[in-house]
Structure formats: C-alpha cells, structure tokens
C-alpha cells in the first residue's frame, strides 16, 4: 500500500484532515515579528509527559490550523520552549504530521547539498512571502512529548519546513536570512496586507467554534 501520511515519521494507512491534537486544542494569538520572544534561542524542554506540555502542543496544532500554518514553534504562541509542530507535504505528495521536542537539525555535508530559492512565508510575518535560499534535505532529531526519540527526514519543502521552525527555536525569522533590502520589501508586505490575514484567520476560528 502506499501510504501519503507519516505521523512523527512513521507511514499510517489513513489520518483525518484535522489532526486529533487539534481537535482538542484552543487557539492561541500568534506572535509577530518585532517581539522580542521570537529574536532569542529558546529554552530546552526538560520535563517530559507532563498534561500542561500535551495541552500545549495541541494548542499549537489548531492555533497552526487557524492560521493556514505548516509548522509552528513554540515562541510563535508566546511559550520559551525548543518545540515545534508540522502538518506539512513534501514534494512528492506525502503529508507528514507530528511535534518535535529540542530537535537538533542536519543538513547534508556542503559537497553534496543543494540549495533552492522558493517563496518562503511565516506566520509570524502575516501577508509576506519571499524568497529564501534552504537545502532540499534535511533531518531533525529529538523528543517527542513523553521523552521518546524521533527522527525526522524531509525533502522539498518539507525540508524546508523543518528548516524554518528550527530556526524560530534559535531565535531567528526568515527575514534574518533576507538582504536590508528584500527585508524592506517583505515589511511593506506585511503592513499591507496583516489585517487581511488577521480577519481570515479570526473567521476562520469563529467558524470552529473559537
């Protein structure tokens, strides 16, 4: 069979468009660029399967949701904690879902990486997207929320994915990777068009009943 669904990368047969952990979540407001959460490293998890950490991480899945996310860290929802969660596709049609905790990210040695130029978006950068140089491969290993370990692989944008939410839990936004004046440009984006984002993601929690 093939399977199109991995949860914290492993294939499953089936697996709702709403993940479970949504399901039970509540949305949270989304940090954005300028405070000050979102431009320092964050604090590793050392407790592990604990109900206010399950309940975080279910808040992050639907506040992710809400937002038409494909990933969300920690210190987008205003928490100091090296995590974050995916609900992404890679290039070949595969959707991944899961959480991970204090990943450490690996890229491919420089000889054998490849790096591609595509739109990149952030939630925490409502309305703007740019172009963002990232490698097509990458793996991230860590914890999942009961202390167990878990390996990730990606391709395509999934890599690209992984790539991006590791760099929140260090304390940087994609824009930290933009020339002053693509950043510029981005900023204009984002101020055009935020309160856009803002009602569609308003609308769209009122519609799930949040």
């Known amino acids: 069979m ?9 294939p499953v047969d089936a697996y709702p468009a709403l993940p479970p952990e949504a399901g039970r979540g509540a949305v949270r407001r989304v940090t954005v660029v300028g405070e000050e959460i979102l431009s320092r490293p964050c604090q590793e998890v050392v407790e592990f399967g604990t109900p ?4 975080l991480i279910d808040d992050m899945f639907l506040t992710m949701y809400v937002a038409d996310g494909a990933g969300l860290a920690a210190n987008q929802v205003d928490v100091d904690l090296r995590l974050f969660v995916y609900d992404c596709p890679d290039d070949h049609g595969i959707r991944h879902v899961g959480h991970i905790i204090n990943p450490v990210l690996e890229l491919p040695d420089p000889g054998d990486r490849r790096l591609v130029d595509e739109g990149e978006g952030c939630l925490s950068v409502p309305g703007a997207t740019m172009e963002v140089p990232r490698t097509d491969r ?3 290993r860590g914890s999942d929320k009961d202390g167990n370990p878990v390996v990730i692989e990606g391709t395509g944008y999934f890599a690209r994915c992984l790539q991006h939410e590791t760099d929140h839990l260090h304390g940087r936004v994609y824009l930290d990777r933009l020339s002053k004046r693509d950043r510029k440009d981005a900023l204009r984006q984002m101020a055009e068009r935020r309160e856009e984002v803002f009602t569609r993601r308003d609308t769209k929690a009122a519609q799930l009943g949040h």
């Open 2 to 10: 093939d399977r199109r669904v991995r949860v914290q990368g492993r």
């Open 52 to 55: 206010e950490l399950s309940a």
């Open 138 to 140: 990458a793996v991230v």
